[in-house]
């Protein structure tokens, strides 16, 4: 049975002087970001909204939270991390297990053996042109971990803070967080961007 892995996208927005800011996170190596990320098994949506919009922004209360849309994507030539994933030298778990892939990260196909799949992942130095491959994970890993295709739902939550501009460390790095205003916002990493539409609409709905 193909396995599918839920996603979630969250748009902070916040009323100042009478315009509607968007709460974007500037990555140290990957550009400018939404919020964004993998919902738990036996987590529902709204909740991992909820959670994932805590754990990234630091915000602790929202005055709403709404889904606005739903995205569907098939992989080719890419699979996603369905439950962490143990990597293994050959496509037998009683090679040497040399490395583990959390669930969320998306790697790439390279081939199929029996029940295994030989991955690959891949972080450059910096995003979107990256210089050189920094980091990089080739191992093979039994197709159970593995998913195919994605759901990712969109909510809006809506955010009473007065904090203009802070710093939160996550996996061992700091993200900066900024307010925009959403008819002027900087160009966000691809293929986040296209998310946006999900939030204009709403946006112009409640104009």
């Known amino acids: 049975m193909e396995k599918v892995l839920e996603k979630v996208t969250c748009f902070i927005t916040r009323k100042k002087d009478n315009k509607s800011e968007l709460l974007l996170i500037q990555h140290p190596n990957a550009g400018i970001q939404i919020p964004a990320g993998t919902v738990e098994i036996n987590e529902d949506f709204h909740q991992a909204a909820i959670r994932e919009a805590i754990e990234e922004t630091g915000l602790q209360e929202f ?25 293994y030298s050959r496509p037998d778990i009683s090679s040497f297990q040399w490395a583990e892939i959390r669930r969320g990260i998306t790697v790439l196909h390279e081939r199929n053996q029996g029940q295994f799949v030989q991955i690959t992942y891949k972080e450059g130095d910096k995003f979107p042109e990256p210089n ?76």
């Open 63 to 87: 005055v709403s939270c709404k889904r606005i849309g739903k995205q569907e994507q098939n992989l080719e030539g890419k699979y996603i991390i369905f439950d962490k994933a143990k990597i």
């Open 132 to 207: 050189y491959v920094t980091y990089q994970i080739t191992g093979w890993t039994e197709k159970l971990n593995l998913a195919s295709k994605v759901t990712r739902q969109f909510y809006h939550l809506q955010s009473n803070s007065y904090l203009d501009e802070w710093e939160i460390e996550t996996d061992n790095q700091n993200f900066k967080l900024c307010w925009y205003p959403i008819d002027n916002l900087p160009h966000v990493v691809s293929p986040q961007n296209e998310w946006l539409q999900y939030l204009l609409r709403e946006m112009n709905n409640l104009d």
